[in-house]
């Protein structure tokens, strides 16, 4: 495992060529936080300042000026890629919408779950799975239904210790956990939970990119041997 940023990123999205991060920089004038916008490539090992618009466009595809626009706050939100090429776009406050890749809005719903919040989003046909952090689980929200359907862990187990972020990879998906300090692969087959990865520290987020593993623990970002 080697770290290759020691920064911890308000925001992290795969590129095809490396991943790009959302970082704080200083304050202004007013005491307000500004950030700015960092590529890493796996070619060049080298870091690069890039724009806002680069960011976006990678987050949320080709229509990302006109969804931008829409949610203003495009850096807290998480975002995943439905079936026909819809985005869904998921806040930690629980509001959730669909939208075509033109940047049209088509749908908008709630999402909690005993009052708590959520976050992160991994597709799954005509379903979302989210991250509930206060809850120790991950649920599963049907679009159809418009309510929550199925949930693994639970606030009575520590499986599951604070999920921070879940990712899809093949039929499997992958949950970040803060307090078990490990990274969970669940089987969408089965259902069953297995340890992936385990650490010495917090893991917030997880992705796989250009053939390679990329882990955002509480010291900075690594890559995996």
């Keep these: 495992m080697k770290q290759l940023m020691s920064k911890?990123?308000?925001?992290?999205?795969?590129?095809?060529?490396?991943?790009i991060i959302v970082i704080p920089d200083g304050r202004d004038e007013r005491g307000k936080m500004k950030i700015s916008f960092r590529f890493f490539n796996f070619t060049t090992r080298k870091i690069q300042k890039v724009k806002r618009n680069f960011y976006c466009q990678y987050k949320f595809g080709r229509g990302y000026v006109e969804i931008v626009q829409q949610i203003k706050d495009y850096i807290t939100c998480s975002v995943c890629e439905g079936?026909?090429?819809f985005i869904n776009v998921v806040y930690?406050?629980?509001?959730?919408?669909?939208?075509?890749?033109d940047g049209q809005l088509l749908w908008t719903g709630d999402l909690s779950y005993h009052e708590s919040s959520v976050r992160s989003c991994a597709p799954e046909d005509n379903y979302i799975w989210c991250c509930v952090p206060d809850q120790n689980a991950i649920v599963r929200y049907s679009k159809k239904l418009q309510r929550i359907d199925f949930r693994i862990g639970g606030a009575a187990t520590t499986a599951i210790g604070r999920p921070m972020a879940v990712s899809r990879i093949g039929n499997d998906l992958y949950v970040c956990c803060k307090n078990s300090k490990n990274i969970k692969k669940i089987s969408l087959d089965t259902y069953?939970?297995?340890?992936?990865?385990?650490?010495?520290?917090?893991?917030?987020?997880?992705m796989r990119v250009a053939g390679r593993e990329v882990v955002v623990l509480s010291s900075g970002i690594y890559l995996l041997d």
């Design 192 to 206: 069953v939970a297995t340890d992936y990865k385990k650490f010495e520290e917090p893991v917030l987020r997880y």
């Design 8 to 19: 911890t990123p308000l925001d992290i999205i795969p590129h095809p060529e490396g991943f």
């Design 92 to 101: 930690p406050t629980g509001e959730i919408g669909t939208f075509n890749y």
């Design 83 to 85: 079936p026909e090429g």
